[in-house]
């Protein structure tokens, strides 16, 4: 099961839960939620993951693992969530729910904070030079080059 919370296109917070079925190899929209009256702290967070848990577990289905974003509030609740262990049993069985941050992000994130900022501003220079002289531009374009981006300082979403 994973849990993601975003502004929608009127920029109204929203909470997306998934789970992917590992039998039928397809990812399920279990619930999206309109949060705009709650503040996204972990306690309203784990509310709203015990309570996704439940109802998938009403349809025969176990929840074994977790997965947020690696945000403050999301690792909180998931600390909580792996506290609780009525949460994970079937059938008088204590099942523990593993919980984890997205691995997408912590790469990003490592990446970006083993990005070496003189490398990339070498790379802005060559870029801008082939971009702003018009007869390299030309010979570069005619050799077969591809159109150069710049590398942006954007953070993964």
């Given at each position: 099961m994973s849990m993601?919370?975003?502004?929608?296109?009127?920029?109204?917070?929203v909470v997306c839960i998934s789970v992917y079925?590992?039998?039928e190899?397809?990812?399920f929209l279990v619930e999206t939620i309109d949060t705009q009256d709650n503040s996204h702290n972990s306690e309203y967070l784990l509310n709203l993951a015990v309570e996704a848990i439940n109802n998938c577990q009403k349809y025969d289905k176990i929840v074994r693992s977790f997965v947020t974003d690696n945000a403050a509030n999301?690792?909180?609740?998931?600390?909580?969530?792996?506290?609780i262990d009525e949460i994970g049993a079937v059938n008088n069985n204590?099942?523990?729910?593993i919980?984890?941050?997205?691995?997408?992000h912590i790469l990003n994130l490592?990446?970006?904070d083993l990005e070496v900022n003189s490398i990339k501003s070498n790379?802005?220079?060559?870029?801008?030079?082939?971009?702003?002289?018009?007869?390299?531009?030309?010979?570069?374009?005619?050799?077969?080059?591809?159109?150069?981006?710049?590398?942006?300082?954007?953070?993964?979403?």
């Open positions: 993601d919370g975003w502004g929608n296109i009127h920029n109204e917070p079925d590992i039998i190899k397809s990812v999301m690792a909180k609740m998931r600390e909580e969530l792996a506290q204590i099942r523990d729910i919980t984890y941050g997205c691995s997408a490592l990446a970006h790379i802005k220079q060559v870029i801008k030079y082939f971009r702003n002289s018009h007869k390299v531009g030309a010979k570069y374009k005619q050799a077969g080059g591809k159109t150069l981006i710049l590398p942006s300082d954007e953070h993964f979403f």
